[in-house]
């Protein structure tokens, strides 16, 4: 009699168990997941760009990623932070999602130095009963145009 090992018979009892539990599920009228595409969250029109850089958002399923809006003006980083909130509240609700539906902010700010003037702005807006998680950096550069601050979002549609 030949001899067989553990490892060769858990590896085909698994396999045998997951091709059951698939064939199980089939048949009891589980559905096959609908094919996920990147899309562009926005109604018509949304004029299309000759070949852009980026995108303004791009959606995912029912998730949700916006680019980094930034303020390219004079001013202070209160008023910059507002802004730049009021701009992600205004697409966040223009692609049917909202503040309180952001699962991650990331937060660029021009100077570290800022960030308890951010900060006070930023806890003024309504993020929900559960907060997004949130990063905060001060690239060694600085941010693109002379913004004070740039935040990005991850959310749900």
């Given at each position: 009699m030949?001899?067989?090992?553990?490892r060769g018979?858990?590896s085909?009892?698994?396999?045998?168990?997951?091709?059951?539990t698939?064939?199980?599920?089939?048949?009891?009228?589980?559905?096959?997941?609908p094919?996920?595409?990147k899309?562009?969250?926005?109604?018509?029109?949304?004029?299309?760009v000759?070949?852009?850089?980026?995108?303004?958002?791009?959606?995912?399923?029912?998730?949700?990623?916006?680019?980094?809006?930034?303020?390219?003006?004079?001013?202070?980083?209160?008023?910059?932070?507002?802004?730049?909130?009021d701009?992600?509240s205004?697409?966040?609700?223009?692609?049917?999602?909202?503040l309180?539906?952001?699962l991650?902010?990331?937060?660029?700010?021009?100077?570290?130095?800022?960030y308890?003037a951010?900060?006070?702005v930023?806890?003024?807006?309504?993020?929900?009963?559960?907060?997004?998680?949130?990063?905060?950096v001060?690239?060694?550069?600085g941010i693109?145009?002379?913004?004070?601050?740039?935040?990005?979002?991850i959310?749900?549609?």
């Amino acid at each position: 009699m030949e001899k067989k090992s553990r490892r060769g018979l858990l590896s085909k009892g698994a396999v045998a168990a997951v091709a059951a539990t698939g064939a199980a599920m089939l048949g009891k009228g589980a559905q096959a997941q609908p094919k996920l595409e990147k899309r562009s969250p926005y109604p018509p029109p949304n004029p299309p760009v000759a070949r852009p850089m980026y995108s303004r958002a791009v959606a995912y399923g029912n998730m949700l990623f916006l680019s980094g809006v930034g303020a390219h003006y004079f001013g202070t980083i209160e008023e910059h932070t507002k802004t730049v909130l009021d701009e992600i509240s205004k697409n966040l609700t223009e692609a049917g999602s909202s503040l309180q539906k952001c699962l991650k902010v990331s937060v660029f700010l021009n100077d570290l130095g800022d960030y308890n003037a951010m900060n006070a702005v930023y806890r003024s807006y309504d993020w929900g009963p559960v907060p997004p998680v949130r990063s905060t950096v001060a690239p060694a550069s600085g941010i693109p145009g002379n913004s004070l601050v740039e935040i990005d979002v991850i959310a749900y549609i």
